[in-house]
């Protein structure tokens, strides 16, 4: 069925373009009308920093299963949120920002009803990349997990929509303290999803601050999550451990020298071509379903799960504009969905 997207060029520019194609899901996939599409800095830096582009943009998606294909779990009319696959090539039907689009069951999840259709389209690449980043890839006990507290846990970047979701998640697991870098502006509310303790990022001593407050606390600073990506902080989380930290871990969302690497979409291989030549990261297909679980269940108890500033933006005009903000870095503390037609 004809319908219109935002394309995102091979020279990384946005357009709204009728998609010709007629998408059918296979096997254990759906076909979903969408409703909101949530925008990410990824929609538009994966064009220009991993040349995943020449396709419809965005990752991020709530909407109603259409058809269903032969092995999957859901069925036509079910309310559904998740993300699409990176990959590269991408094919356009896994694109977020498009009235129609195929998503596998593996990253789809039922929106249970005290989550509105907005909230679902933010939670995808957010939850999904803080759940990759604190239990898989660090390895701290799960909410519900009755483990022992592995201590104190740094996150960089509490106030993006990764920050905002990992402060929850850690919260509900137990872990404390939970130290968080954001401006100060948005210190309260970040305590309020979780955060015990806040920093202000711009401050000039901030790593000391952070090295100076461990210290005083007697507490061991083993693990930190760099949500930014920003090459300009890829190593500032690095900073913050103390000599004698010979065990700590970092994990960041870009890949740097001194940082384990956490994903969104772990389910596939994903290539593409770096400043150094090519890069390859091994499909995690076992940390993919374990994600998916995690996911489903807190989106099911975790009933003040949320997304703070939450704001719904009309038309694909509007869309490219709000994604472009997003991948420049302006949209601080602001998580965007796209409102399609059928909601318009």
């Known amino acids: 069925?004809?319908?219109?997207?935002?394309?995102?060029?091979?020279?990384?520019?946005?357009?709204?373009?009728?998609?010709?194609?007629?998408?059918?899901?296979?096997?254990?996939?759906?076909?979903?009308?969408?409703?909101?599409?949530?925008?990410?800095?990824?929609?538009?830096?994966?064009?220009?920093?991993?040349?995943?582009?020449?396709?419809?943009?965005?990752?991020?998606?709530?909407?109603?299963?259409?058809?269903?294909?032969?092995?999957?779990?859901?069925?036509?009319?079910?309310?559904?949120?998740?993300?699409?696959?990176?990959?590269?090539?991408?094919?356009?039907?896994?694109?977020?920002?498009?009235?129609?689009?195929?998503?596998?069951?593996?990253?789809?999840?039922?929106?249970?009803?005290?989550?509105?259709?907005?909230?679902?389209?933010?939670?995808?690449?957010?939850?999904?990349?803080?759940?990759?980043?604190l239990f898989c890839v660090l390895g701290l006990p799960e909410p519900d997990s009755n483990l022992e507290n592995p201590g104190a846990l740094l996150i960089w970047g509490g106030a993006s929509g990764v920050g905002t979701a990992a402060i929850q998640l850690a919260a509900a697991a137990g872990i404390r303290p939970i130290l968080v870098t954001a401006s100060p502006q948005n210190h309260e509310i970040l305590q309020k999803l979780g955060a015990t303790h806040c920093f202000n990022y711009r401050d000039d001593d901030?790593?000391?601050?952070?090295?100076?407050?461990?210290?005083?606390?007697?507490?061991?600073?083993?693990?930190?999550?760099?949500?930014?990506?920003?090459?300009?902080?890829?190593?500032?989380?690095?900073?913050?451990?103390?000599?004698s930290s010979e065990g700590a871990r970092v994990?960041?969302?870009?890949?740097?020298?001194?940082?384990?690497?956490?994903?969104?979409?772990?389910?596939?291989?994903?290539?593409?071509?770096?400043f150094t030549g090519t890069v390859t990261f091994a499909a995690r297909l076992a940390d993919a379903e374990r994600t998916s679980q995690i996911l489903e269940r807190a989106v099911n108890k975790l009933k003040s799960l949320t997304m703070p500033t939450l704001k719904t933006v009309y038309g694909y005009e509007a869309g490219i504009e709000a994604i472009a903000e997003s991948a420049e870095g302006t949209a601080s503390f602001e998580k965007v969905v796209v409102a399609h037609e059928n909601v318009v």
């Open 1 to 133: 069925m004809p319908h219109k997207a935002i394309w995102v060029d091979s020279c990384d520019q946005l357009s709204i373009r009728e998609i010709e194609e007629n998408y059918v899901p296979q096997e254990a996939e759906t076909l979903i009308q969408v409703s909101f599409s949530g925008i990410n800095p990824a929609d538009l830096k994966h064009g220009i920093y991993m040349g995943i582009n020449e396709n419809v943009a965005g990752y991020d998606f709530s909407g109603t299963v259409v058809e269903a294909g032969p092995g999957s779990r859901f069925i036509a009319g079910d309310r559904v949120a998740g993300l699409t696959p990176a990959m590269n090539p991408r094919p356009a039907k896994n694109g977020a920002h498009q009235q129609y689009l195929i998503a596998p069951d593996l990253m789809t999840f039922p929106v249970p009803d005290h989550v509105s259709m907005e909230l679902a389209a933010t939670l995808g690449v957010a939850m999904r990349t803080a759940i990759d980043a």
């Open 206 to 243: 901030v790593v000391e601050q952070i090295k100076l407050w461990v210290s005083k606390s007697g507490k061991s600073l083993d693990y930190a999550f760099d949500t930014i990506g920003h090459v300009g902080y890829a190593h500032m989380a690095d900073l913050c451990f103390s000599s």
């Open 251 to 274: 994990v960041s969302t870009i890949p740097h020298s001194k940082s384990l690497n956490c994903f969104a979409t772990t389910a596939n291989e994903l290539s593409f071509e770096g």
